[in-house]
């Protein structure tokens, strides 16, 4: 009798075994079928993302957890998971804020109730309210050693009434700016806990908007991220809807009348660019981790989206996407409850200031080191050409190598004139060669006939005639022929354009003009400038994407807009030299000229010139 007793009091009293969460949860979760698709017995493996975040509750030297989600990420069952444990392992106050009291009781009875109902551990531990002598309610939950209180953000009471260890603050992008007059509701939770030396509070919420205050939040932390290994190479990479530089990660195919196709979507290696398949994509998952990407002080930030999740299918994120790309106001949730990401009412263009204050000095009119591929973009005006002249490198990486203006009336042909000598010009290499233009774009929108006019002067391969089109779905669309005889049929070798698709290339350029040097050098894309003057970053800068009646459209910020103009059409005389689908050998090809002595080509020349007879010289 003794003994039975003494045993009894040992389990009452003894300390609870060393888990952390996930592991307490692995070993005592029950999924209830009102609350999950998959009820029984809870696997951290099947989302193996969530178990850094749920172990980080037991990490002594972390007091403030952010985390930012998709929807449907299983944020909800960290939660439950976390209180859980706290019920049953390591007792203390706990304080669940939802975004409305609505929501605080909704929580109550159809997350936390068949928890405690279903899961044996806790069965015994928290009173049912409908008991006779329960002092619980269905906001007020004790338990020994503890209790658990739900209220909505917008209740000043609920937040200030009792200490508090543990504070979860649910959904915090829909909190109120103010929780009636008593201020901001997460800081009134936050203070609850100022008499707890261990206590955690922790943030959840999918972002919204610029003013997010998951985002914010997650800023202030050592920013994890969750990286996984490619099966075919063993690339660790962030899984991305487009990576910084604006590159699609997640691709899928187009049938013959360009018909989007979802069930052909693949997740693309950022590291040797196999197609990788749901299958593969669960893989990575499984064996990913959690890295920090800033410095650590006492705050842990956590944030994934639905490329991640092993329910989501890759089709599915993709139809969904082709279904609200047209659509601001629906594409904004889904670039919320999927990407996880804030969304940008309007697409902003990169400070100027930033851009001109990274501006470096090499001499311009010399092609740098890196700069291998060497085009221009002409921008005409009733009074003027402008010209900048771009050299292209590997991954994407540029160099301006000058700007030009050529001034007069384009009607009179004076600045045309001064093109014909631009394309004759040759540039001096950094590494001893020298190039001329390899290709110039040029707009064809003003004074169209003359343009057309100078471009018949010159063969395909070295000047093309462009018009930008805002909407089009690719950056080079199929050449356009102009010359048309008057019984209608078009000349063999006729005049031709070529469409661009320039709001696909101002968000490309303004991805890279955001890029930051790196320790190891420039990302891919990375956009570098001479000392030139502020007007130019101004002009580079000057527009914007703005939603205006329910369509995205990129609005002049200012009146002068021709630098961006011309480096989006030397961006696509790259792309029609075929600069995206350069292997290594053709850069390296282009990296022998440009180390071809100057002295041996002008030798060369001479040679030529001597042969020539009556002094013509080519």
């Known amino acids: 009798m003794t003994d039975g007793i003494v045993e009894e009091l040992w389990s009452t009293y003894s300390p609870p075994p060393e888990l952390t969460v996930s592991e307490w949860a692995d070993k ?23 178990r850094g975040i749920m172990d980080v509750f037991n990490d002594p030297y972390v007091e403030d957890i952010v985390y930012i989600s998709h929807a449907q990420s299983g944020k909800t069952e960290i939660i439950n998971n976390v209180i859980g444990y706290i019920i049953d392992q390591d007792s203390a106050p706990v304080l669940l804020v939802q975004p409305t009291d609505t929501m605080a009781n909704a929580w109550s009875k159809d997350r936390l109730a068949p928890m405690l109902r279903d899961t044996p ?61 008593e201020g901001d509701p997460v800081m009134l939770a936050f203070k609850r806990t100022k008499n707890f030396w261990n206590r955690k509070r922790a943030l959840f919420s999918t972002p919204t908007d610029q003013n997010s205050r998951i985002w914010k939040a997650y800023l202030e932390t050592d920013q994890r991220k969750f990286y996984c290994p490619c099966p075919k190479c063993g690339k660790e990479q962030l899984l991305l809807w ?27 290696c950022v590291g040797c660019g196999s197609k990788l398949y749901d299958q593969d994509r669960i893989w990575m998952v499984r064996n990913g981790q959690w890295k920090a990407t800033a410095p650590f002080d006492g705050k842990a930030g ?39 990401e804030f969304f940008e009412e309007r697409g902003e263009s990169p400070p100027w200031e930033r851009i001109f204050m990274r501006r470096e000095q090499y001499p311009k009119g010399i092609i740098p080191k890196g700069g291998l591929l060497l085009v221009a973009g002409a921008d005409v005006q009733k009074d003027r050409i402008e010209v900048e002249i771009v050299a292209y490198g590997r991954k994407r990486e540029s160099w301006s190598v000058d700007y030009r203006i050529f001034s007069g009336d384009v009607a009179t042909g004076g600045p045309f004139k001064m093109m014909d000598e631009l394309l004759n010009e040759t540039f001096e290499h950094e590494s001893g060669g020298s190039a001329q233009i390899r290709m110039l774009a040029v707009d064809s929108g003003y004074a169209t006939q003359e343009v057309y006019n100078w471009v018949r002067k010159y063969p395909a391969n070295r000047v093309m005639a462009i018009k930008g089109q805002d909407s089009m779905s690719a950056m080079v669309g199929t050449p356009k022929q102009v010359d048309i005889m ?46 030139y003057e502020e007007e130019f970053y101004k002009q580079l800068t000057a527009e914007s994407l703005r939603i205006i009646n329910r369509r995205f459209m990129w609005n002049k910020d200012r009146d002068r807009n021709e630098a961006l103009d011309c480096r989006n059409y030397a961006r696509a005389a790259a792309a029609v030299m075929g600069m995206d689908v350069f292997h290594e050998d053709t ?32």
């Open 486 to 531: 008057i019984d209608g049929k078009k000349f063999k070798r006729g005049m031709k354009y070529w469409p661009l698709g320039v709001g696909l290339m101002k968000s490309e350029l303004y991805g890279f003009l955001r890029l930051e040097p790196e320790a190891e050098g420039f990302p891919p894309g990375y956009c570098h400038f001479p000392d």
């Open 242 to 268: 487009k990576d910084e530089t604006g590159n699609h990660r997640v691709k899928w195919n187009k049938d013959k009348n360009g018909k989007h196709l979802p069930d052909t979507a693949y997740y693309e």
């Open 121 to 181: 551990a806790l069965r015994n531990k928290v009173q049912d309210p409908r008991s006779r002598n329960s002092e619980n309610t269905t906001l007020h939950k004790l338990f020994p050693g503890g209790h658990v209180t739900i209220c909505g953000s917008n209740s000043p009471s609920g937040l200030a009434m009792r200490p508090i260890r543990f504070v979860f603050c649910d959904e915090v992008d829909r909190y109120p700016a103010s929780a009636g007059t």
């Open 302 to 340: 956590f944030w994934i989206n639905e490329l991640y999740s092993p329910w989501s299918p890759l089709s599915g994120i993709v139809r969904e996407f082709i279904e609200v790309k047209n659509d601001p106001q629906r594409l904004k949730v889904w670039v919320n409850t999927t990407l996880a």
């Open 587 to 618: 850069w390296q090809k282009l990296e022998d000229v440009m180390r071809t002595k100057i002295e041996n080509r002008v030798k060369t020349n001479q040679k030529k010139q001597k042969i020539m007879s009556k002094g013509i010289k080519i």
């Open 28 to 50: 005592y979760r029950v999924l209830s079928p009102e609350s999950s698709a998959e009820p029984g017995r809870w696997m951290t493996e099947r989302a193996e993302y969530l």
